[in-house]
C-alpha cells in the first residue's frame, strides 16, 4: 500500500447517505465521531424522494379514486360527478414527499458539519478516498451508493418520452397513454395508479410472471385481476420509436402508439464513478463485487459494501439492515456475521402482491405441503368489496414448519408481515392455529389456508382442537 499524502484520516468513511448509508453512520457514531459522510447528488434517500413514499402517496390517491365504482352496489349516488384534477393530485404528491425528505434530512446530514462531504468520492488505494479535491484516509469504509434506474441507451433517440422513477413525480400533469415497460414491482405499482386515474397503460414484460412471483397459481390469478385494469403483454421485449407526435411501442406482434415510456426495467448499482477497478476488487459476472452478505465485507479489504449498491435485496429495510451490519462491523475489533431476517416483500397493487420466507421457485416439492385459500367468501373482504386473490401458504411435509407464501390478498400486507414473523420464529401450522382470529376480519383467510395446510400435514400429533391443553 502506496504511503501517499492525505489530507484527513478518519475511523470510517461512509460513501452515500441514503437508507443503507444513514444507517451505517447510525451504528458508526456509536464508537467514534471521527468520521465523515460523503454524498454526491440529491440527499433525502431514495425511498423518500423517488421511491416507496410519493409511490404510495399516489397509489392512495388513485385508490381513493377508483373507489367510486363500487359506489352503486351500496346505494351511494352521485359518482359519474366525481373528477380527479391531476395537477393538484401530483403537487400534493410532492408536497408529501418533501415532508418525507425533510424529516430524512433533519434527523441526519443537517447537523453534520464537516462530517459531511457533498462531492463523489473515488478510491485511490483501498483506505484512501479522493473527493471535492481533498484525499481522505480511513481506516474502514462502507460503500452505499444506492442505485439508478435501467433505461436502454436505445431509448436516447426519445428520451424526451422517457419517464423513470427520477422524474415521475416532477410532472406536473399526466400523459394520456403510457406504456409501462417492467411489471416488477414499480411498473405494477404505478402502472395500476396510472390506469385508476385516467391514463390509458398498456404493460409490456419480458417474462411471463409479473410482481416476482414464481408460484404459478398465484401469478394466473394476479395475471387475470391485474389483467382486467389494463393489457398486458408478456413474454416479448419491448421496442420503442418515434412516429410523429406519438411514441411507437411493439412487442411480439402487438403495437400501440403512446404518448410517454415509464421505464421499470430494474436498477442498476451506482458503482461506476468509485474505481474500484483501481484496487483490484473482485466482481462477479455482473460486475458486482464479491461480499459477505452476512459481514457486508468485500474479502480481504477493510471495505464494506450495503443496500441497493451491492443488488442483492433491494428494500428499504434490507438496505438499512445491511447499512447496521456494515457500520457496526466498520467499528469493530472483529468483524461478526449476522443472521439476515426473514425475506418479505410485497407489491402496494390493489389486491396486494406479497412474497414471504422461500419462494415457490425454491421449494422440494416432495418435502412440502401447500394450504390454500381463495379470498371470494371471506366475509370481511366481501363486505368491503374487496374478495378477490388466493393466498398460498408452504410447510414442511413432515411436521408443518412454516417455509414460506405467495399471495395477491386484500390487505396483504398485515398478512405477509403475520407469516414473516412466524418463520422467523420457526413456528409450525400448529402453533399458528392456536393464534386467535377475530371475526370478521382478514385473517381469517389465513386461518382458513393453515386449516387447509394442516389437514396435508404427516404428523398430527398436535392437538387437533386448535387450542393448548392445560398442563396436568
Not at 38 to 52: F, Q, S
Request: glycine share 10%; charged share 25%; aromatic share 4%.
Amino acid at each position: 500500500m502506496k504511503d501517499i499524502p492525505v489530507d484527513r484520516t478518519v475511523d470510517v468513511a461512509i460513501i452515500g447517505a441514503g437508507t443503507a448509508g444513514l444507517a451505517a453512520m447510525s451504528q458508526v457514531r456509536r464508537a467514534t465521531e471521527n468520521f465523515v459522510l460523503i454524498n454526491g447528488g440529491e440527499l433525502g434517500t431514495t425511498c423518500a424522494r423517488v421511491g416507496c413514499m410519493p409511490s404510495k402517496a399516489i397509489i392512495q390517491v388513485a385508490e381513493d379514486f377508483h373507489r367510486r365504482h363500487t359506489f352503486d352496489r351500496v346505494g351511494i349516488g352521485g359518482e359519474d360527478k366525481l373528477t380527479l384534477d391531476i395537477p393538484e393530485a401530483m403537487e400534493h404528491t410532492r408536497d408529501l414527499r418533501d415532508i418525507f425528505v425533510d424529516r430524512v434530512l433533519a434527523g441526519t446530514t443537517d447537523n453534520l458539519g464537516d462530517q459531511f462531504i457533498d462531492g463523489y468520492a473515488r478510491f485511490v488505494e483501498p483506505d484512501v478516498l479522493e473527493v471535492a479535491g481533498h484525499r481522505i484516509r480511513a481506516a474502514r469504509i462502507v460503500i452505499a451508493t444506492g442505485s439508478h434506474p435501467v433505461v436502454p441507451e436505445s431509448w436516447q433517440v426519445f428520451a424526451d418520452r422517457v419517464l423513470t422513477t427520477d422524474n415521475f413525480f416532477e410532472q406536473d400533469d399526466l400523459p394520456s397513454s403510457v406504456a409501462v415497460a417492467g411489471l416488477g414491482v414499480i411498473g405494477l405499482e404505478l402502472g395500476q395508479a396510472l390506469s385508476r386515474m385516467g391514463v390509458a397503460v398498456t404493460g409490456v414484460d419480458m417474462l411471463e410472471t409479473i410482481g416476482g412471483i414464481t408460484d404459478p397459481v398465484v401469478n394466473e390469478t394476479a395475471l387475470t385481476l391485474i389483467g382486467k385494469e389494463f393489457p398486458l403483454w408478456l413474454g416479448h421485449p419491448v421496442k420503442g420509436r418515434d412516429d410523429g407526435d406519438k411514441l411507437l411501442i411493439t412487442s411480439g406482434n402487438q403495437s400501440v402508439h403512446i404518448d410517454k415510456i415509464l421505464a421499470c426495467l430494474g436498477r442498476r448499482p451506482n458503482l461506476d464513478r468509485l474505481g474500484l477497478e483501481r484496487i483490484g476488487i473482485d466482481t462477479d459476472a455482473r460486475g458486482m463485487p464479491q461480499h459477505d452478505p452476512h459481514t457486508m465485507q468485500i474479502p480481504g479489504m477493510p471495505i464494506f459494501i450495503a443496500g441497493d449498491v451491492n443488488a442483492e435485496r433491494q428494500i428499504l429495510h434490507e438496505a438499512a439492515d445491511e447499512g447496521r451490519i456494515a457500520g457496526s462491523n466498520a467499528v469493530a475489533a472483529e468483524v461478526a456475521g449476522y443472521r439476515r431476517r426473514t425475506p418479505l416483500a410485497i407489491t402496494f397493487t390493489d389486491p396486494n402482491i406479497a412474497h414471504v420466507g422461500l419462494p415457490f421457485s425454491e421449494l422440494d416439492a416432495e418435502q412440502v405441503v401447500i394450504g390454500e385459500i381463495r379470498f371470494g367468501p371471506v366475509g370481511r373482504a366481501l363486505l368491503m368489496g374487496r374478495n378477490k386473490g388466493v393466498l398460498r401458504v408452504y410447510a414442511h411435509r413432515q411436521h408443518g414448519r412454516l417455509l414460506g407464501a405467495s399471495m395477491i390478498a386484500p390487505k396483504g400486507e398485515h398478512l405477509a408481515h403475520l407469516l414473516a414473523w412466524s418463520i422467523q420464529q420457526h413456528q409450525n401450522v400448529f402453533d399458528l392455529l392456536k393464534m386467535p382470529f377475530y371475526h370478521p376480519a382478514i385473517e381469517e383467510g389465513l386461518q382458513a389456508a393453515l386449516r387447509d395446510l394442516k389437514k396435508q400435514v404427516v404428523d398430527q400429533s398436535e392437538d387437533v382442537l386448535e387450542l393448548a391443553r392445560l398442563d396436568g
